[in-house]
């Protein structure tokens, strides 16, 4: 078996702080793609992020979804956006709608789908992917987003982990490791140096939540690669058995 060479492992040791071992300890993962196994290239990220008229799923309702796949390195692979009408927009919290823009007008201006036709079309979307592939539901705030995905497609007679990986990637925790100690969208871009996230309710939807959510990972990605120095771990590098 490969032995990670003595250089990486005296970094680790001697790292000063929790969070200088987790950065280490995050790059040497990270880096591991180089010698990775055979069937590391299956996996795909799914970042996800969902607008609803509240925030009890199974009571309040998606009423869009975007839907980016990337690789794990973060280079784009598909999109997919939803704008559904709810079927019971009378349960619209006022906080909701102050951060989507939802009204029933609206949403009929805009042509929004029925759920049924949403459930058809993310089944599709998912399906050509998760068939031969790894898919890592990937979010900002994680187990919001993962509930009101789950309960949307078992209320269409469909399950998450038909498509997806039991774990998940919470994108604030792995901010967090690298520093940000911040659990605020704004926070945390400011952080690495990214736009923050569109706040405007007739602009701000779940696509361009995913498209955040994307451009925080490459970013991470960015920082990891900028710390790599003296820490890269490539084919040569390693002592064979």
């Known amino acids: 078996m ?6 990486v492992i005296r970094a680790v040791v001697s790292a000063s702080s929790l969070c200088e ?3 280490i300890v995050l790059l040497l993962i990270f880096s591991a793609s ?13 970042h996800i992020d969902v607008e609803t008229t509240g925030l009890e799923a199974g009571y309040h309702e998606l009423i869009d979804a975007g839907v980016i ?8 692979v598909d999109r997919l956006f939803l ?18 823009g939802f009204s029933v007008s609206r949403w009929r201006s805009l042509e929004a789908i029925e759920a049924a036709e949403g459930a058809r079309a993310l089944n599709a979307f998912l399906r050509q992917y998760s068939t031969d592939r790894q898919l890592i539901f990937t979010a900002f705030n994680v187990g919001f987003d993962q509930r009101f995905i789950m309960h949307f ?3 269409h007679n469909l399950a998450f982990n038909t498509f997806f990986h039991y774990m998940v990637l919470d994108l604030p925790s ?21 736009p923050a996230e569109v ?22 990605l960015g920082q990891l690669s900028s710390q790599q120095t003296g820490l890269v771990i490539q084919g040569e590098d390693q002592d064979q058995d």
């Open 21 to 23: 071992r987790a950065v």
């Open 83 to 100: 704008r559904i009408m709810p079927e019971h927009p009378e349960r619209l919290e006022p906080e909701a709608a102050a951060v989507n």
């Open 2 to 7: 490969g032995k990670i060479k003595i250089d």
């Open 199 to 220: 706040k405007d309710p007739m602009l701000h939807t779940g696509e361009t939540g995913a498209a955040f959510n994307v451009a925080l990972y490459q970013a991470m």
């Open 34 to 46: 180089a010698i990775a196994a055979p069937d590391q290239d299956s996996r795909l990220l799914v």
């Open 174 to 194: 792995m901010a967090w490791a690298l520093g940000a100690k911040s659990l605020s969208g704004d926070g945390i871009s400011a952080h690495f140096g990214i």
């Open 153 to 155: 497609l078992k209320s």
């Open 69 to 76: 796949v990337t690789t794990i390195d973060g280079d784009i």
